[in-house]
Structure formats: C-alpha cells, structure tokens
C-alpha cells in the first residue's frame, strides 16, 4: 500500500475520533430548537446567548475562576520556596519532602475530596468555601513544584553565587537574580494550574453544596435535569478558551518547554 | 549547591506540612475506616466488601475496561505516533499539537459530546436507522460500550504523546534497514519497533490504565448507575448508604494502584537518567 496514504487515513481517522466530538458539540450548540440534536435544527446564537442568562452558571464561574487563580497563586507561595530549597540546598530528607509533596498527584481526587470533608471540614467545622480553596491549592501544588523546579535546575548557581559576592543578600539575590530569570517557568506553572484547577471535577464533588459549586459540577447537575443546547454553548466556549490560553502560551513562553 | 541545612528545611517546610497536614492525614485517617471495628483493628471489611456480588462486578469490569482502553490505545496509538513521527517537519509539530489539543479542554465537554452522538436520538442511532440497519434506535448510552468509548478518547492522547516521543528517540535507519533487509511490517514491529519503543508503551499504558481507573466523569456520566466503576460506585456507597467502610476500601484498591504505577514509572525515569 501506498505508504503517504495510509498515512493520512490512519491520521484522518484518530483526529476525527479526538476531534470530531468538538466540533459536533459546536454544531449542536449552533441549534435554533430546544432539544440536543445533531444535525441541529435550524442555525440561531441563542444558545451561547442564554448561557450568560444562566444565574447558576454565572455564580459557579465565579467559584471557578476564584479557585483557579488564587489557588494556583497560593500554590505558588508555598511551591516556589519548596522549589528553591530542593533545587539549591541540601534539604534534609529531601526524598521524602518530595514524595509528601507530590502525594495529591497520586491520590485521586474523588477521595481527597471525601477525606477532606469527612476529616477536616465536619470535625473542625470549618466551611465548604475554604476546604474547597484548600484542595484546589494541595492538587495545583505538586505541578507548581515540579515546573518551577526544572526551571531552577535550568538556571545556573554561579549567578546567585556572583550576586552574593557582590554583596547581595540571600533574599535580594533570590529577588533580583533568580525571580527574574524563572519567569518563564512561574508563568508556565499558572497556565497549567489554572486550567488543571479550572477543569477540576473529582476533587470538588464532596466539598459543593447548594450555593457554592464550580463550574464543570454546575454543568453535571444542569444536564442532568435539561436537555437543551445550553450545556453543548457553555463547552464550546470552555473548550476555545483553554485552548486559547495554551495557544497564547505557547506562542508567547514557548509552554512546551516548561511541561 | 549552599550547605546551610536549616535554611532549606525552613523553605521546604510549609509546602510539606501543608500537603501533609491537609492530604496524608484526612487520606489516612479515610483509609484506616476499613480496619477500625468496635472491638479493636481487623482486616475482615475487605472479605465483606469483595463477598458482595456486586462490588466483585464493578472491581472486575473497572479491571477490565482500564486494560480494554489501554490494550486499544497502545494499538491505535503505534499507528498514530508512526505516521506522526514519518510525517514531514513542518507538518509533525502541529499534527502533534491537534493529537494533544483535546488533554487541554474541559473533560465535562469532552464526554458530553458523546451524550449528542451515542443518545437515543443521537446522530450514530439516526444513522443507523436511516441507512435501514436498525429499526429502533440501538441502547448505546450506559453500557460499557459508552464508557469504553468516553474512555478511549480521553486517553488516547496520553498514549500517542508517549509512542511519539519514545519513537522520536529510536535510530533513524532502523525501520528502513529492517525493510531493506527483507522483513515485511508485522517483523519489523515486533523486532525493531516494539523492543526500541517498550518504555514509552510502558509509561502511556501506565498512565492510560491509571487514569481509566480512577475516572469518575466518564463512567458518572455515560455509565449511570447502571454501569458502575471503583469511583462512581464510591460516590454512590457514601452518598445514597453514608458507606465509609466501602469507600474507604475502594480508596486502598484506588490508591494502591496508582502509587504503585507511579513507583514504576520513576524507576523508569531513574533507570533512563543513570544510562
């Protein structure tokens, strides 16, 4: 067989599996009736339209974006220096302050979520709101580690070593020397906890209640009552601005470089 | 490299007490539920657990759908990343981007659409009733063939990232070589392809199998309660019979398998550093 051709069946063939839902769902959601279908009736924009009427919708975006942000900022805070000490000091049982660190990868959300609630939130009585922040900021953590790291390994230590010999302090070679040249690398670290928190499922489905859900949940409880476009519009606009996000990313730090 | 112990511990500390205080410690205390009865410590919850006709069902068919997606990728997969890897320059970075673009979106978005084309009167059912094949519509829609789907797609990338990087690194010359000496395709896999390619089918199985097992939007969604995994079932013990002991099982079973994928995959990463 010619060899270019099947090349290109066997590749039309697995993108339109990974594909071809997108845009499907993009056509559905271009629908002037009232039922998901595909091919959709009628041409209309209503359904992206009513997605922004949505009360539920709008409230839990909030939740969503609010988690995404600070969660991955607060990941920072606390990842940033766990990266500076495991990539420039001798840390005293570094292995296992490693393996700590990145136990919320290995542990599966849905459980986080359930010890979370069953461990912390009901004995100490503490509110959903901060258990959820909390566990968003625990899951973006160990990606905030390992991306930062690799950008810190990639820089060389004779820079902080000149800056301290010229008489910079610790904290203001750390500042002036290293912040400046990891920006790439922190940048790199919030696109990705942005959108690994903002895609989020499993982990806040024991910490959501009435009046405080994220986004993805809303979308679950929605469906599972409606059966219009509405969920089809709100995915596609999802899904174009993850993708945009990563795009720009991309485009602009070079992304892959850092993941 | 700066020598003073003290200073990186104190940077080490928050990060580590924080995912200790608010990860290991609920986790734990979620995982020793199971071998706390009334009267002291035992390991007879998990003889319960496993007694049950239906939690043997879901154990065995979340078994058998994780190896049924990651067996499934790893064949669709090879064929993917070669055409990929065989692809001219210009055009093998994007077709790589387009193959990895679907990890990017929402995983709700990505196994809704599949509620439009497997539905009852969703467009794979129209079809079929239209060109005369079926007369009613089929029952896609929570069966195993749904969630087997939903899976598959969610994952295959995984897989392709793997093999392409994994092929990316094999010799140049060894597929032409192997065909100028006279092996047809199925020898060329099995004898040049495979062994050079074994870790990087290693690292996307684990990492597919892992993430089929403890999917929960895709069997939540496209499974239903009729076809129960390890997650939605966990989901179901604790919010319909308030089931710690079951869930604190199906939490070991869970956590048991993907420490022990990721214990491999390091020993991978640490056996290719050291080469």
Known sequence: ?259 | MFENRAIGLALVLPAAIFAAALFLLPVGILLSEAFRTDTGWSVSAYGEFFASSRNQTVFFRTLKLASLVAGVSAVVGYAAAFAIVNLPASSRGRMFGLVTLPLMISPVARTYAWLVILGRTGFVNKFLVDLGITDTPLRILFTETAVFIGLLQLFLPLMIISLVSAMENMPRDAVPAARILGANWLQVFWRVILPLTREGLVIGGTLVFTGSMTAYITPAILGGSKVLMLETLLYQRVTVANDFVSASVIAMILITMSFSANLLLKRLATARKSR
Not at chain 1, 3 to 11: A, D, K, Y
Not at chain 1, 30 to 41: I, K, R, T
Not at chain 1, 89 to 112: D, F, M, Q
């Open chain 1, 1 to 259: 067989m010619n060899s270019r051709l099947s090349t290109w069946i066997i590749l039309g063939l697995t993108l339109t599996f990974l594909i071809g839902p997108f845009l499907i769902i993009i056509a559905a959601a271009l629908s002037a009736g009232n039922n998901l279908a595909f091919p959709p009736q009628g041409l209309s924009l209503k359904w992206f339209i009513k997605v922004f009427e949505v009360e539920s919708f709008r409230a839990s975006f909030g939740v969503s974006m609010f988690l995404a942000i600070f969660g991955t900022l607060a990941a920072l805070v606390l990842g940033v220096p766990a990266a500076y000490a495991m990539t420039r000091y001798r840390v005293p049982g570094a292995e296992t302050v490693k393996l700590i660190v990145s136990s919320p990868i290995i542990v599966p959300g849905i459980i986080v979520g359930l010890a979370l609630l069953q461990y912390f939130v009901i004995p100490i009585g503490a509110g959903i709101g901060p258990a959820l922040f909390l566990a968003h900021t625990a899951l973006i953590l160990p990606y905030a580690v390992r991306v930062v790291s690799a950008s810190m390994e990639n820089l060389r230590v004779d820079m902080e070593e000149a800056a301290l010999l010229l008489g910079c302090t610790r904290f203001g070679a750390f500042r002036r020397v290293v912040l400046p040249n990891i920006r790439g690398g922190l940048l790199a670290a919030f696109i990705l906890g942005f959108v690994t928190s903002f895609n989020q499922v499993p982990v806040s489905l024991f910490l959501s209640g009435p009046g405080l859900r994220t986004l993805p949940i809303d979308m679950i409880a929605y469906m599972e009552i409606n059966y219009d476009p509405s969920v089809a519009a709100l995915s596609a606009l999802l899904a174009f601005m993850s993708v945009g996000i990563v795009f720009a990313a991309e485009r602009f730090i070079g992304l892959s470089r850092y993941v």
